[in-house]
């Protein structure tokens, strides 16, 4: 008997079939944001890093060019199991042939090659409007400027990106997750709170206005509640964001990052459930602030991963990694978060809660607690390296010699 056909035994003891677990999984695609590689600067400008945003350290090797960041999210998919999108920025723009367009003049064939990138791999593609690191961020504001030049480029952009995003999902035949976050907010105490809040409505209204397809795009508004040197006031709070998002019958996006330090994303997914045909995540690692550490296997990713499955909500949650750390190999970052992201989900999908619910509801919480505990010692490991194999990438750390040896081969000689 191998350790998987045991392990295989004891869940079905619990009443889990692992076969549908993996075949789950398998089917379930995760969107791998393209930022990772080169610690959030994309081929558009040469400005520094802004929007209360941080990558930190330098760890030599970081993608610098297109065909690069290409061969990196190459290597790194070869170590990551189970189905990916690929979730690039606007900033991500290739230009060729010393062509060059402006935020507000993008088009979709300068996105061309991350097109042929994506469908080479069956991917399907999300897209992000980038309201950072421009010359036309003003005062730390873009969509909420009370100067209509700098507020009117931002809307262009925005309009500019959905008919990228749309372009995308005709292309790839998968619909496109369009998410908007802007940084726009106050270091102080600000004196008016209400217009800037008015002005992100009116943009997001003039950018809506632009006719498409709904079952190609998927627009996410992403709310924050401060960013590094805009600590007292976020224009898109989780407020006028959920609000936004219900008065416009768009979809909300939350990022783990973005919340109070004792508020947890797990407990909000079932709130918007019960109100959103569909919800979209930012899976990342705050640590003490929204620094986007690299994704663990630790207990509010599980959380999450758990308010997914037990909702059976597999099919209405857009899951997407959020998260950039320059102070290692960035191509370990990206495979260390991605599994986790994998496995905590298989770890949700081997467990038995209609059980747990059924204790919970019988008010045996003793025994719910009881449960909980002994199913950490399930044999989990066993049903993910039957799936890493399955999917044809190494099950444990024998994936991080490919990525030494990639390092030693390509990354070190950038
Ligand atoms: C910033 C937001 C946002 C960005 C990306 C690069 O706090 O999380 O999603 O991380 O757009
Ligand atoms: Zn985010």
Redesign the pocket.
């Known amino acids: 008997m191998t350790r998987y056909e045991y392990a295989k035994d004891l869940y079905a003891k619990i009443g889990i079939d692992t076969e549908k677990a993996i075949e789950k999984l398998a089917a379930l695609p995760v969107s791998m944001h393209c ?1 990772q590689g080169d610690d ?1 600067v994309g081929f558009d400008s040469k400005e520094a890093l802004s929007g209360g ?1 941080q990558t930190t350290g330098n760890y030599p090797g970081k993608a610098t060019t297109p065909d690069e960041l290409m061969a990196d999210i190459d290597k790194a998919c070869s170590l990551i199991p189970g189905k990916k999108k690929l979730n690039l ?1 606007a900033c991500y723009a290739i230009f060729e042939n010393g062509e060059f367009a402006d935020r507000d003049a993008l088009e979709p064939k300068h996105f061309a090659k991350w097109v042929e990138y994506a469908k080479a791999r069956g991917m399907g593609i999300d897209f ?1 409007p980038t309201y950072f690191s421009h010359p036309m961020v003003k005062d730390n504001l873009t969509l909420s400027s009370p100067d209509e030049e700098v507020r009117t480029f931002w809307v262009n952009h925005g309009k500019a990106c959905l008919k990228i995003a749309e372009h995308f999902a005709n292309e790839t035949g998968v619909p496109c997750v369009m ?1 908007i ?1 802007i940084p726009d907010g106050y270091k102080d105490i600000p004196a008016d709170r209400l217009a800037p809040r008015a002005r992100f409505k009116k943009s997001l209204d003039e950018i809506l206005s632009v006719p498409y397809d709904k079952s190609k795009v998927y627009i996410t508004l ?1 709310s ?1 509640v401060f ?1 590094i040197g805009l600590e007292s006031y976020t224009v898109g709070s989780a407020e006028f964001s959920l609000s936004y998002v219900n008065y416009k019958g768009i979809t909300p996006l939350m ?1 783990n ?2 919340y109070h330090p004792t508020e947890v994303v797990s407990d909000k997914i079932s709130s918007l459930l019960l109100f959103n045909e569909k919800i979209a995540l ?1 899976v990342t690692r705050g640590v003490r602030w ?1 620094s ?1 550490h690299v994704v663990i296997f630790d207990d509010e990713t599980k959380e999450i991963a758990k308010e997914i499955v037990a909702h059976d909500a597999l099919d209405r949650v857009f899951i997407a990694t ?1 998260y950039f750390d320059a102070s290692i190999n960035r191509v370990a970052a990206w495979v260390i978060g991605l599994r986790n992201v994998q496995k905590a989900m298989l770890n949700a999908l081997l467990t038995p809660h209609a059980e747990l619910k059924a204790l919970q509801d019988s008010a045996n919480t003793t025994k719910l607690l009881v449960m909980q505990e002994e199913l950490k010692n399930y044999p989990l490991a066993d049903v993910w390296n039957e799936y890493c194999s399955r999917c044809g990438v190494p099950s444990g750390e024998e994936w991080f010699a490919e990525v030494e040896k990639y390092e030693a081969e390509v990354l070190s000689k950038r």
């Open positions: 930022w959030v945003i920025h992000n998410n976050w992403e924050k960013g990022d990052g973005h930012h929204d986007d959020d």
